[in-house]
């Protein structure tokens, strides 16, 4: 079953444009990831946040998490035509081993 | 380095068949998790292994079996194919996979698509 729902499902911008992906989830985390897939080929990590933290940064990517809302946004400024793809949150957690739950995804089309 | 490499790229079954899909990790890597996505949808948990050992299994049929060997290499085989069985085969590597042993970041291979006919 799926534990986190991404909002929107599709997203078409401009480059250059900012881009907005939210997702939410059910259960208690100990971390929260984002995946980009382009083409239906394999995951490309993106960035992780923990469960004892509110933002954070790499490149032109911005997470933030609430945990109180149980939602996390992915913020890419400044996009590219090259930022083309599906954007997954995933998240993580330890029952006995570690498996991550993803969500559905967005997929994001940055038109040129 | 290398990163996760899995084998074969694509592959064609009938109904009824047995497959087996290969994956290496990351060198340095102990931890090694198989997940299935359906076209359309988010990968689906299916399996992981450390040291040999799995340490889960997601809400998947018998049909559905995996091993890791010495070298942290794993396999997964799957049985009596069906053709809802077609789907992309994702092998992801951690190095440990076990909570307070830090972040474990799995890193993913470029996966194995299945198709049964």
């Known amino acids: 079953s799926q534990q986190g729902e991404e909002d929107p499902q599709a997203l078409s911008i401009q480059e250059g444009e900012n881009a907005t992906m939210n997702c939410s989830y059910k259960?208690?985390?100990?971390?929260l990831q984002w995946y980009r897939q382009n083409s239906g080929r394999g995951l490309v990590h993106l960035i992780l946040?923990?469960?004892?933290?509110r933002e954070k940064h790499s490149g032109r990517l911005r997470v933030t998490l609430d945990t109180s809302k149980k939602s996390s946004s992915l913020l890419i400024t400044a996009s590219r035509a090259a930022d083309t793809a599906s954007y997954f949150c995933a998240t993580e957690e330890y029952i006995r081993g570690s498996r991550l739950t993803f969500g559905e995804g967005t997929q994001l089309t940055v038109n040129p | 380095d290398a990163g996760v490499t899995q084998s074969p790229t694509h592959l064609i079954k009938t109904r009824g068949q047995q497959v087996t899909l290969r994956c290496s990790p990351i060198s340095g890597h102990k931890s090694v998790s198989w997940y299935q996505q359906v076209l359309g949808q988010g990968p689906q948990f299916i399996f992981q292994y450390y040291e040999k050992e799995e340490r889960g299994r997601g809400n998947f049929p018998d049909r559905f079996s995996a091993r890791q060997f010495p070298n942290y290499s794993s396999e997964l085989n799957v049985n009596a194919l069906l053709l809802g069985d077609s789907a992309l085969y994702l092998c992801?590597?951690?190095?440990?996979?076990?909570?307070?042993?830090?972040?474990?970041?799995?890193?993913f291979g470029p996966g194995t698509r299945l198709t049964v006919l």
């Open positions: 946040i923990r469960s004892n933290e």
């Open positions: 259960t208690s985390i100990n971390n």
């Open positions: 992801a590597s951690s190095l440990s996979g076990f909570r307070g042993r830090g972040t474990d970041t799995q890193y």
